[in-house]
DNA sequence: TACTGGTGCGCG
DNA sequence: AAAGCGCGCACCAGTA
């Protein structure tokens, strides 16, 4: 009997899909011809096998998949990969994958009618990677042999495989939507705006606050909402601000700050995520945002609509989990810090964040007074402040942590030279722009003037700053995807629950078991039937534990969980 | 009418 | 108008 295929290679031919099934050594054992009605139940047979699919980009593919009901347990995801091997410093041979550069394509949004996806024909005019099995192939024998000549394969190889993972993810979390009550939102949004209004008038607390700032004004004609014709009308006022913002406004002791704050706060919230919104983001009880992996430098993902990183903590309680179901909120506390502690093998700091709190821990070990100041210092250090209450502090962090601080020192230097840095697993931070280059290059010449100067200066700085960062935040990005597909694993080997628990608002693949709903950075939620809380809030702790030591071995840094089961979203 | 850039603010 | 990183989105104004 055939060894079962190690990678099975999905890609098109005359528009049709292909199945090309690979061994250990990715040698093309046999090759199946599919159609996209086929292709769904012919995924779930050869699935039991546990192969790793190869496509060109998930978000296609694995849409369809699971919209027809079927889940993947691995797969690799070329388009991700190859940004990765691409600009990797620890990749050897990436000539030949910047020349592929057909593969250095854009994120396509899928759509979001079930119904429709298998219809959708992809000349409809969105530039995705390519999708032939041909050079699906190539690009895939590319990458595997990128790999295999990297100066660290073993960590370059975690991380494809996180990215991967966090692209299978992405869709699986799209289509599983995070379970909003739209009731609950217009309750939300009617205490703090008052009652919708029916016209196009503005919400009666919005109008009050609209009047009062006129009134203060002198100015019953004012525009509040366009910035250059507000700061007229303040100056005019005697309030002599240079912008609008919210900061600057406070500095100002005059009776119209209070209600034009008030203001735009309303306003914010109206435009941001006001009954517009609603209408056009939630639907059947769920919110399905379009997650970007990868989308970020960093490695943090981005979104596309719906504002989905950006939801408002007064909505929070607009999220409630389906009845017979809860939510498992949780969080890592000062992920970026224990990151770096752990990168830099700093043990003192890592000492600090034993536990919970590592602010308090500084503040502990003697190195500085307050909690406030510790925090202040810490994320100044890994930013890049040089200034203000933050510069101040942040030489008494280097004194009490100089391995840490070294770490993120060394990647500002690197960073201000023209230098590409790395995260802990290989992703590299982008080479300077040639503007760049040629800015530092003409402030080196003898005939350079002031100006040219001080802008090289500049801009070599907030560079360094980027670097600084990019090490710190690229890892805790890093941490967070080993933990969303550990915890994935965990998740999808408990049983599937009872039919009269079922909740199919969460679609054919999750209505029946506790499944992730939300990530942020450095947060998940998880859905889940009420008597399943125990073991999934175990496997939020355990995967998080693993994902410290899938990347840090037995480096003794802590990643403590904030972690609630709740019906809603709500912090505290 | 469609675009781009600036501003401001939400999230981590 | 943040100091000090990374994003997305709404809105307005100016321009093509």
């Not at 409809?124 to 032939?132: K, M, R, V, Y």
Request: glycine content about 8%; some cysteine; proline content about 6%.
């Amino acid at each position: 009997m055939a060894e079962a295929p190690l990678w099975i290679v999905l890609g098109r031919v005359d528009g049709a899909p292909v199945a090309a099934l690979l061994d250990s050594a990715g040698e093309e054992q046999e090759r199946v011809s599919l159609s996209d009605d086929r292709l769904p139940s012919w995924v779930a047979d050869r699935e039991a096998a546990g192969p790793r699919w190869v496509w060109s980009d998930a978000t296609p593919w694995y849409t369809r998949l699971l919209a027809a009901g079927v889940r993947v347990g691995r797969c690799h995801d070329l388009r991700l990969c190859h940004a990765i091997l691409r600009d990797s410093a620890l990749v050897v041979e990436a000539p030949s994958l910047r020349a592929a550069a057909e593969w250095d394509a854009a994120p396509v949004a899928e759509v979001e009618e079930t119904a429709t996806l298998f219809a959708l024909d992809d000349a409809g005019g969105a530039t995705g990677a390519p999708d032939g099995l041909d050079e699906t192939l190539e690009e895939f024998r590319r990458q595997r042999a990128a790999l295999a000549e990297a100066s660290d394969p073993g960590r370059l190889r975690l991380l494809l495989a996180a990215e991967s993972a966090g692209a299978l993810i992405a869709a699986e979390l799209q289509a599983a939507g995070l379970p909003w009550d739209a009731a609950a939102h217009d309750r939300i949004l009617t205490e703090i705006l008052g009652e919708r209004p029916a016209g196009g008038g503005l919400p009666a607390r919005m109008q009050d606050a609209a009047d009062r700032v006129r009134r203060e004004l002198g100015d019953p004609a004012a525009s509040l909402d366009s910035q250059p014709k507000l700061l007229r009308s303040l100056h005019r006022a005697g309030v002599l601000v240079e912008s609008t913002s919210r900061w600057e406004l406070a500095q100002h002791d005059h009776p119209v700050v209070a209600p034009l704050i008030e203001y735009k706060k309303l306003s914010r919230l109206l435009s941001a995520n006001g009954w517009a919104w609603v209408d056009e983001w939630v639907h059947d009880g769920r919110f399905r945002p379009v997650y970007v992996p990868g989308g970020v430098v960093t490695g943090r993902w981005a979104s596309s609509g719906g504002g989905a990183l950006q939801i408002p903590r007064q909505l929070r309680g607009a999220v409630r989990s389906d009845p017979g179901w809860v939510l498992v909120v949780a969080d890592v506390a000062q992920l970026e810090p224990r990151v770096l502690a752990a990168m830099a093998r700093d043990e003192k700091l890592a000492d600090a964040a034993r536990g919970r709190d590592l602010y308090s821990g500084i503040v502990d070990s003697g190195a500085i007074d307050t909690r406030q100041h510790a925090k202040v210092a810490l994320l100044g250090a890994m930013y890049g402040a040089t200034t203000g209450e933050s510069g101040r502090l942040v030489p008494r962090l280097r004194r009490a942590y100089p391995r840490a601080m070294a770490l993120v020192d060394d990647a500002a230097r690197v960073g201000e030279e023209g230098g590409v840095v790395s995260t802990w697993l290989g992703r590299s931070s982008p080479a300077p722009s040639s503007g760049w280059r040629d800015s530092q290059l003409r402030a080196s010449e003898a005939e350079a003037s002031g100006a040219d100067e001080t802008r090289a200066r500049r801009w070599a700085r907030d560079r360094g700053r980027f670097t600084r960062n990019f090490v710190v935040q690229g890892t805790a990005a890093e941490w967070a995807l080993s933990w969303l597909a550990d915890l994935r694993g965990r998740l999808a080997e408990l049983p599937p629950v009872t039919e009269a628990q079922t909740s199919p608002r969460s679609g054919p693949v999750f209505e029946a078991r506790p499944h992730l709903a939300f990530f942020l950075h450095d947060e998940i939620i998880v859905h889940t039937p009420e008597d399943r809380v125990d073991v999934v809030v175990d496997a939020v702790r355990d995967a998080a534990a693993s994902a410290g030591r899938l990347l840090f071995g037995s480096f003794p840094i802590d990643f403590p969980l904030d972690l609630k089961v709740s019906r809603t979203a709500v912090k505290d």
